[in-house]
């Protein structure tokens, strides 16, 4: 926890520790002296956050006091023992000049994002797991101009924007009596009444999909967010699917049709050979044609591990997997 080298800890039961550095997995020579002290330490993280753990309640979300985020599940789930990830933070936000030093972009696609945030189009970031999508968030936070009121909604508080106004608030699950739970559907209609410029969600991972979508076609330009999926194509088409879980009935081709007009651009984000991060793709999504099929276009690609600008082209026609 001490070596700021490290960028995720992940224990497989009291006697596997491994550590990320600079995206390669490493396996460490420590050890907890056995699975209760394991315990115990779970339990004070859990106690920290107000979060119940035990064999009812066999997952714990929580973070630790520095910001980094802790993922832990239990026996007889985990079989090995207790299993933990710690996701750690940087202590300074990362900007996109940091992003630029680090390769994840060039100069002229850093630019181009500076352009989509200023006009507020709204941006859907995407990728897999640890392929930098909420530490892209946060450098692209610091170029929303100053003076506008951001509302950010969470599940758990991982985001450190840059912006001057902002005002956090973050979903709580249910207590041991199934009562209490606030969800980030619930935080969406609170939002809308809280006056807010521009939309931040951490990561859309359920029905609140429809929420962000309905948001998004109703006036609110410049939202932001992250999303789990590998290409762009394949973003939409999971949008759309946690969308269909709100259990509002919606015939897929109105559904495709919204989505076309709520999401302006897609940023992809992941993981590159040598272990580093860094934008993928930069594509415009442009419409929804009459059979229902995305139309979309890439205006920056990686190719042969370099993001380049794509020449202009007098059609636009559907981006394929690559």
């Known amino acids: 926890m001490a070596d700021p080298s490290v960028s995720e800890i992940m224990i497989n039961g009291p006697d596997e520790i491994f550590v990320e550095r600079a995206g390669r997995l490493t396996l460490t020579d420590l050890s907890f002296p056995s699975s209760r002290a394991l315990m115990a330490a779970l339990s004070n993280i859990a106690q920290f956050a107000g979060r119940e753990l035990s064999e009812s309640v066999p997952i ?46 060039t100069p002229e696609a ?20 640890g392929s930098g999508k909420t530490s892209l968030l946060n450098a692209l936070s610091g170029l929303i101009p100053t003076g506008e009121r951001v509302v950010v909604l969470e599940d758990a508080q991982e985001l450190q924007l840059a912006s001057e106004h902002v005002v956090q608030l973050e979903a709580r699950p249910a207590d041991a009596e199934g009562q209490g739970a606030v969800t980030i559907r619930d935080l969406f209609h609170a939002t809308l009444r809280l006056r807010p410029d521009r939309i931040v969600v951490g990561e859309i991972r359920g029905p609140e999909a429809l929420e962000l979508i309905q948001a998004m076609t109703s006036g609110h330009g410049g939202c932001l967010s992250t999303i789990h999926a590998s290409h762009p194509k394949d973003t939409l088409h999971r949008l759309e699917t946690l969308a269909l879980m709100s259990g509002v009935e919606l015939p897929l081709a109105a559904l495709r049709c919204q989505v076309s007009s709520a999401i302006d651009w897609i940023v992809q984000t992941g993981r590159q ?22 139309r979309l276009r890439d205006h920056f690609r990686r190719e042969a591990g370099v993001l380049v600008a794509m020449k202009a082209q007098l059609e636009c026609p559907e981006v394929g997997h690559d």
């Open 60 to 105: 714990l979300e929580a973070h630790l006091p520095d910001g980094s985020r802790v993922e832990a599940v239990l026996p007889p789930v985990s079989a090995r023992g207790p299993t933990v990830a710690i996701r750690r933070f940087f202590k300074e936000g990362l900007t996109m000049e940091r992003l630029l030093e680090f390769g994840a972009l």
């Open 110 to 129: 850093c630019e181009f994002l500076a352009g989509l945030v200023d006009t507020k189009q709204n941006l859907l970031v995407a990728g897999g797991t």
């Open 273 to 294: 050979r040598d272990g580093g991060r860094g934008i993928t793709h930069i594509t415009e999504v442009q419409s929804c044609s009459s059979s229902g099929e995305y």
